[in-house]
């Protein structure tokens, strides 16, 4: 997703633009500072190559990603097809996105075979692709393993991507804080596929949080499917099951579509709303503030880009700017920022549509 003016996001420093959102990715990588010793160079350090926006040597980036049949997943695409081409020195090849493993598998080994330099996956299913991501690897191709983990981190040489937990544990302690002078507060929470991990993962960091507020009870929670269909039909449920309540957490602003669609049907507006991952039209219905939407939980798209720039990185036998070591790290996890009507203006250029 781009955005159509400058914004603050534009005028953020090269490393946060390159790792994530304006509050922050985890920052990565590599390499000496400008101020260095003689000492230092002495000891190596001048041997730290940073990339950098210079053309350099050329690299070309096999990428390999589910079908992009959801508002996330096709900001993830945009914003990887966006990232490459603005280097010179990058070709991608680009296979095209499918939910079925053994496409994928089948599309990854296709560029195995073309020998690309390195290898960017974000799997329909991290288990069913860790083989091949341990094929490429033992062929000499590194891999940037895109959020869906692999079940080996042989099968990688370097993974980036969410924070599940984070984002529930966030969007508990935003409800927390908004909800703690209240007595006997209840929430409700309209989660996603209970046979995904991720959702596990952000329920957890959600009931963790409420821990710290003993006025307030998680009082329902119905699981959706990230549909908008399955939003209508299950949000419809906790309303009707549940007569009052005082904030919802949604995990998901697609799903969040059809959940809103249910709470306007039933003429409910008496507590607040929380979304997750950071939808545009989400972010635009926080600016307006005329509604229950009071917030979304970031899991930033722009983890598509960082790939690229690690993919980029890698291929060129280089490091990145912002820390001390060589190499890049093995793991990089995004920050999960909460996005209110101060803040979102900060936000808005990453917005996915």
């Known amino acids: 997703m781009s955005a159509e003016k400058p914004t603050p996001l534009a005028r953020t420093s090269r490393r946060n633009l390159l790792f994530g959102t304006a509050a922050g990715a985890a920052l990565l990588a590599t390499g000496c500072t400008s101020n260095e010793s003689n000492d230092d160079k002495a000891s190596g350090a001048e041997q730290a190559q940073i990339a ?52 994928q598998v089948g599309q990854v080994e296709t560029l195995i075979n073309k020998k690309v330099d390195v290898l960017v996956v974000l799997p329909a299913d991290g288990k069913a692709l ?30 980036v991507g969410g924070d599940n937990y984070g984002m529930g544990l966030n969007a508990g302690h935003y409800i927390g804080e908004q909800l703690k002078d209240k007595k006997n507060a209840r929430v409700v929470e309209l989660s996603g596929p209970d046979n995904l991990e991720l959702t596990k993962q952000r329920t957890d960091g959600f009931d963790d949080a409420l821990k710290n507020y003993p006025n307030i009870k998680k009082v329902a929670r119905q699981a959706a499917d990230f549909t908008v269909e399955s939003g209508q039909s299950k949000m419809s449920q906790l309303l009707r099951a549940e007569s009052e309540f005082d904030a919802l957490w949604n995990h998901d602003d697609d799903q969040g579509v059809g959940a809103e669609r ?7 507006d008496e507590f607040m709303m ?75 250029p990453i917005g996915f549509t």
């Open 130 to 159: 860790t083989q091949v991501g341990l094929k490429a690897m033992r062929a000499g191709i590194p891999v940037v393993n895109l959020d869906r983990i692999f079940s080996s981190p042989q099968a990688y040489r370097c993974w």
């Open 52 to 103: 950098d926006d210079k053309p350099g040597k050329k690299v070309t980036i096999g990428y390999a990603g589910p079908q992009a049949d959801h508002g996330w997943l096709k900001a993830i695409d945009t914003q990887a097809k966006s990232r490459a081409k603005k280097y010179e020195d990058v070709t991608m090849e680009v296979t095209e996105g499918s939910n079925d493993n053994a496409t």
């Open 274 to 348: 929380v979304g997750g991952a950071g939808s545009k039209r989400v972010m635009e219905a926080i600016k307006k503030d005329e509604g229950v939407i009071k917030a979304t939980v970031l899991y930033p798209p722009t983890m598509a880009a960082s790939a690229i720039d690690l993919a980029r990185a890698l291929g060129q036998g280089k490091g990145i700017g912002g820390l001390s070591e060589f190499e890049i790290p093995a793991q990089i996890t995004l920050y999960s920022a909460v996005v209110t009507k101060e803040n979102v203006d900060q936000y808005l």
């Open 262 to 268: 249910a709470i306007e049907q039933a003429g409910r």
